[in-house]
Every structure is written in C-alpha cells, then in structure tokens.
C-alpha cells in the first residue's frame, strides 16, 4: 500500500475517532468549558491560552522516541553526500560550525578507536583497539536502502562496557548487531558504527537548520527503553516493586529496594505480560500536572483496544481472548511499512513497555479506556459529572489530532507513536519515523495555536550505537551491573551515589548515560542554533514545572532538581511567523514556507 493510501486511512481513523466520541459535555477547567462557541462558554484551548505561564508557551508536545544516539543522526551534521537519488540537503551558509559530532575531530572518521588494527584506514595510520575483531569498524554512512537497520544491544551494563572507561573503543564487542546478508559492516556486528547524514534524516536536519536543537543531550541513566521512558516523565528510575504475584524487577539499590534499570513491562496494563511487570512508587509529573489542574494527556499509539484489525481481531497486541500468545492478533497494523517490508505486518503497534504513564498508579488506565468525549480529553475532572474521565489521561494517539482539532489542545502532551513510526530499530527505521513526525508537525503548524506551541522532538536511549562522546558522569554507581570504569563501577570510587525514595544513596542510577538527539520546533526557538547546555530527558518534566507549576519540583530526589535547562533553546523576544512545512516521504523544504533568515 502506498503512503498516501496510508495517510487517507490515518486521516479516515481520525475522523472516525472524532465522529464516534461524543462532543459538548460540560466540563470544567479552573471555570466551565466545552467545546460548542455558540453556547456561550470557553474551549478548553482558549482555557489554557488563559492560564499563567512562565514563557509565551502554551502548548508542550513532546514527541519520544525510540533508540538513536546523537552521532548516529547528527554525526557529520551539516554535511550531507548528496549522491544522485537521494533527497538533497545544502545547509544554510550560517550554520554553527562548532558542533560536537564526528567533524569535531577527522580521526573519528578514518582512524576511529573502534576500527581493527588489521584494517589500514585510508589516511594510512593505524589503530589500537583488537577486541573488537572482526567487527571492528570505522564509523560509516548509510544510505536510505540500509534504513531498515539491526537493533543494536542497549542494556545497563553493555553500554557502559561499550564506552569502556570514556575511551569509546568497545561498541562492535559489546552492544554491536548486524543485518544477516548485509555487506560489509552492514552485516557484522560493526554496523553498530552506521550514520545517517541529511539524505535519510532529512526532516530532522532541515528542523534543526531552521529552529535548535542540543549537542549535549543525555539519557539520565545507561539502559533501555523503560529507564528513558521513567526519567522523561519522573526523572527517577529508583522505588521499583513488584506487583502482588510478580517476581522483583529491577536492580537491587543497595538499601533494600530496587531501581529499575531494564525493559519490564508496567504493572498497570492489561497489555502487560503475564510473567513480569513492575510498579514505580516515585511521584510524576502528571500528579503535579492533576493537582494544578492542568490539561494534559499521553497519546499513545495502537492503544485503542477497540480497533478491528484486517483480520477481524481486536485487543491487546499479540495474545487471544484468553491472555495467551497469538501472533495473528495485531493491534493497529493494517499497512505494513515501506521500508521493513513484509515484517510490519507482524508488528503490534503498541509495546507496553514503553509506555511512561502505566507503570504508575496514579496516572494509568489499564483497560484502555476511551475518554467520555473528544471535549474530555487532557482533563482531570469532569463537572456536572462528579467524576474522573475514565481515560485519566491517557489516549489513542488518534485521539490527540482529533481534540486539537475540535478546540481541546491540552496544555502538555506527550507522543508516543505507533511501532512501526517510533523509530525503534527492528519495528520502525528513520523513513517511516520521519513520516510521523512531519504529518504531526505540518498539522500542528496549520493550528492557531501554533504561535504559542513548542515542539520537543527527544528519544528514550540510543540503542546502543556509536556515539563518540563519553558520557560526563555527575551520578554514580557501585553495583555488580556496572562496569563503565571496572567492574562493579561507575564512576569515581569515593563518591556519593545519588539519593533514592527513602533519601539514601542508591545503586543503578549512574549517569547521564548515552548522548541523544533533543530537538526544540516553535516559533520562539532560536534559528539554527545549536545548545552546548548539558540536558538529560528530566529536563523536560523541568521545563513543565518551571514554565507552568512555578519552578515545584517532583519528590524523591529526581534528576529533574538537578539537570539542565532547555531554555538556552528559545527566545522569547521573537516570534517567527513563517512556518516550515516538510514533505511527508523524504523531508525536504516547501520553498513557499521555508523561513527565512
């Protein structure tokens, strides 16, 4: 199927979402509010333009995805090969030249640490690092046929072994995969050293050509996918239990609880696996967001458990009426990629474990229940009601166009899009990605409220791939799962760990972990500006507190106390009016809406 067949039956569920949710409840929001002008009463949109804030921003969307380090996308960022096929990218002449990638030094490029001493690189010098063997490499491009790539190994301790004491030399040994059949490196353990550069990125790097974006931007611990989604949206991964009939999760802290530094599914989800699942005790930033009484919502995709598949199936991804496996059982998937092929049609396009919201109790809605009307959506009381909205603000990505677009844009939103966009190497890959992202942009940029949105464009982990930055480590880590400087530790010996829940220093908390890709799109961004501010993924539950709870921190000693601030990105002092509209498929500029400098 197409991809503009594939935009249709988006734009189709949309509108069915829309049509199928009731409108013109009676809600309130600091005073009433609802969705019908002409009944005299507010929108919840024109509710929160009205609520003070730090900044001009009214609007937060932070898009999380999944799995790529910052060199892996922005390795020789601004410059792009342009052969013959390819999407072209010719950066702007006033782009910052001082850029912390793989240009910041040649030699990364020709005579990396990670390349095999057997290899002469084309400089003629050689290198030091044989433990890699056979899978060393020096990094390389990819090109857009090679964007369906391996998913590279992202665990706690694998990626500290990979950047091995701040010499970077082990990632082909230690978090390396390889395509089978691939040539070259592509097919080894070395592809681990791929980039993409602005022919397959495109859209990102014409975003970050005409708004910011971070060369400093970490994960707040080492580890997967589940740790990212928790610092994002609490900025703790410490106060791991066990739901009653599950085994602990997690790695022991060192004071008699546990920090969760693996993927596990999350306690509350009927999606969850039958075996493991685990519950987070530490206070979020949706509790801060409730008890303000602030419109917000995550919108997730695949998590309407209503939708009727091809196949006449409805549910959780992957089990039967029953709760067991069931392969034929594929929430969402009703076109496979372009790009993985035949493999997105066994793709489910909602991974429980990546899902922030349900691993606490306060903010989860296990059963996936649908919101009692598009006008409900992003709030936390219902008036005339007496009740909660029994989605408690959680959504079907869907769910997310459809209230903007009937005046109910929630003040924070958080993105999590399907699996085959999310750019999870495997299930997603950076062509599909950039379809998701551009067509959420482009809609929001055509929104009147765009003059007051800001767009973060941030990722969970890296996945594993190379970046050639060593991680600043600020928190450490004593346990038997650490082993960035010997085994057993992380950091500095004679430090302090960082405090826990109970106000004690904890293992599994060593960080900041991996450099990511953090991206800034609004009209009050700086243009082509690149931050050197050190930011982790806390500093986006920070940039929350401070923009809309005047500075209140969570609880519990989470990193969002302590991190760096995004506000380097922006100025307040400008407001750009042109828009910057992309093409869905390959990225590039409408010249009728490029910005101009």
């Not at 009484?293 to 209503?306: H, K, T, Y």
Request: a negative charge; proline letters at 8%.
């Amino acid at each position: 199927m197409g991809k503009k067949m594939k935009n249709l039956k988006l734009k189709s569920a949309l509108l069915s979402t829309a049509a199928i949710l009731a409108v013109g409840t009676t809600l309130a929001v600091n005073g009433p509010v609802a969705v019908a002008k002409d009944k005299g009463t507010t929108t919840v949109t024109e509710t929160v333009d009205a609520l003070p804030t730090k900044t001009p921003i009214k609007h937060l969307v932070v898009i999380f995805n999944e799995n790529r380090s910052f060199d892996h996308y922005f390795g020789t960022y601004p410059n792009a090969l342009n052969p013959e096929g390819e999407p072209r990218f010719e950066p702007n002449k006033n782009t910052p030249t001082q850029i912390n990638n793989l240009l910041s030094s040649p030699a990364l490029l020709d005579n990396n640490p990670n390349a095999n001493p057997n290899i002469v690189p084309s400089n003629g010098q050689t290198v030091t690092q044989p433990s890699n063997g056979i899978n060393a490499s020096n990094p390389f491009r990819l090109d857009r046929t090679q964007a369906n790539t391996a998913d590279q190994s992202h665990a706690y301790t694998s990626e500290q072994k990979a950047y091995d004491a701040g010499k970077n030399d082990l990632f082909p040994l230690d978090t390396g995969s390889g395509t089978t059949g691939g040539a070259g490196a592509f097919g080894t353990k070395g592809q681990v050293m791929g980039y993409f550069d602005g022919n397959s990125v495109t859209a990102f790097w014409n975003y970050a050509q005409n708004y910011a974006m971070s060369d400093n931007a970490w994960t707040d611990t080492f580890g997967p996918s589940t740790p990212g989604a928790l610092h994002m949206f609490s900025g703790q991964t410490n106060g791991a239990v066990a739901p009653p009939g599950f085994g602990q999760s997690g790695l022991a802290d060192g004071q008699g609880g546990f920090t969760q530094n693996g993927d596990t599914d999350p306690a509350f989800d009927v999606c969850s696996s039958p075996k493991s699942r685990v519950q987070m005790t530490s206070q979020n930033i949706g509790d801060l967001l409730n008890e303000a009484n602030i419109p917000w919502g995550s919108f997730v995709g695949g998590f309407n458990l209503q939708t009727i598949n091809d196949n006449g199936s409805t549910g959780c991804p992957g089990v039967n009426s029953q709760g067991m496996p069931d392969p034929t059982n594929l929430l969402g998937r009703t076109s496979p990629s372009q790009v993985i092929g035949g493999l997105g049609d066994a793709i489910p396009d909602y991974v429980p474990h990546h899902i922030w919201f349900q691993y606490y109790q306060s903010t989860s809605n296990p059963n996936h229940l649908a919101p009692d009307s598009v006008a409900s959506i992003g709030l936390t009381n219902i008036a005339g009601k007496n009740k909660k909205d029994p989605a408690n603000h959680a959504y079907d990505l869907n769910q997310f166009e459809a209230a903007v677009s009937q005046g109910n844009y929630p003040a924070v939103s958080f993105i999590k899009m399907a699996t085959f966009q999310d750019a999870h190497p495997g299930n997603s890959d950076p062509l599909d990605e950039q379809t998701g992202v551009v067509n959420l942009i482009n809609f929001l940029q055509q929104q009147p409220d765009w003059d007051s949105t800001a767009v973060i464009i941030n990722y969970d982990d890296s996945d594993g791939w190379y970046d050639h930055a060593p991680a600043p480590i600020t928190h450490t880590s004593f346990s038997s799962s650490d082993a960035l400087t010997a085994p057993g530790q992380c950091g500095v010996v004679g430090t302090t760990e960082p405090l826990g829940l109970n106000n004690l220093p904890v293992h599994g908390r060593c960080g900041p972990g991996t450099r990511v890709p953090f991206l800034v799109i609004s009209p009050f961004a700086k243009k082509n500006f690149v931050s050197h501010v050190l930011i982790s993924q806390a500093s986006i539950p920070q940039f929350v507190e401070d923009n809309w709870l005047n500075g209140k921190r969570l609880k519990g000693n989470a990193f969002d106390a302590t991190t760096g601030s995004i506000m380097d990105m922006f100025d307040f002092t400008q407001k750009k009016s042109a828009k910057l509209i992309l093409d869905p498929t390959f990225g590039t500029v409408d010249s009728s809406t490029k910005i101009k400098n």
